[in-house]
């Protein structure tokens, strides 16, 4: 007998609409069996009120009294109504979440789409964990809202998006209506970048086409703008004493220094005392760095080697592998 009861509660629990567990993909649709409502502080002042004047008109038998009595009731009514609708039927979709580092606040996109009639006044979003939400939007009939929930990330890897809660008290504020949404949405975190950083390695062969880090710290001086050259190697000076609008070009410093050893960041050379996380968050300066220094860079993390190249594809690659090392991609 034990079983079939556990059986049957396993099936309720999964089909209880107000706990959600996992995702839920794709676009949903709150219906009104999953908003949820109760009265609010002053809506529990309103209903004592309401008595004392029930009592009032009983006790003076006040035609009038009783009138003023069930017409302040039904505009109850009518707001508990409204303010349930004021959540339902709208729908609900995840929008994008840009890569983020281990540390850095996270920011998630939710849509809100109204296909009704009715326009949405005072909706407010926010995470469960977070307590009351904080973010409020309006969302007009046949129209959308955008909304931003940011949440802490600690750790690098995978972050999904934590339970929302969608809170209402329009119209008159005596009831508070909710419901709960777990969007199919995650962020990707970077390791954090290791501060202070450290050099660059500079051991490998030398390239014949002299590019790596020692070229680029002799300067050669000016020469005029060639697509693709770094916008930090633009002469501002000169720029700025022969403005382009009138006729004037643009230049850029121009660094010579031969041939040099090609930059390559391979995790295995690392110190093998170095923990794991440190490893990772070295290796992540080491791709920033060589970015924002326009220095062509091979990278090899286990399985994954990439390069030498440069380039968002490129940066994106390696902090990807970084984040995911060791994880389920």
Known sequence: ????LQSLYRKARDKWLFQLRDSEPGVVTLTMRRVFIVPTRP???FCGLLLVMLIGALNYNLGLGFALTFFAGA?????????????AM??????????????????????????????????????QADGEPRQATDVLAGGSSAVRLSAASAERGWLAAPRVRLVTRFPLGLFRAWSYWRPDLKVLVYPAPETPAQPLPSSGAASADGHGTVGL????GIRSYQPGDPMRHLAWRQIARHDPALGGQLVTKHFDGGAVAELCLDFAELPLQMELEQKLSRMTRWVLEAEQRALPYTFRLAQHEYGPAL???HQAACLRALALFGHAS
Do not use: I, S
């Not at 994008?96 to 996109?109: M, S, T």
């Open 1 to 4: 007998m034990a079983a079939p």
């Open 43 to 45: 809506g529990l002042a």
């Open 75 to 87: 505009c109850a009514v009518a707001d508990m109504v409204l303010t349930a609708k004021n959540l």
């Open 90 to 127: 709208l729908q609900l979709a995840p929008g994008r979440a840009q890569p983020v580092f281990a540390g850095e606040e996270a920011q998630f996109e939710l849509h809100l789409n109204n296909r009704g009639k009715r326009d949405r006044y005072a909706v407010w979003l926010g995470f």
């Open 217 to 220: 710290d002799n300067f050669a």
């Open 311 to 313: 380039g968002d594809a």
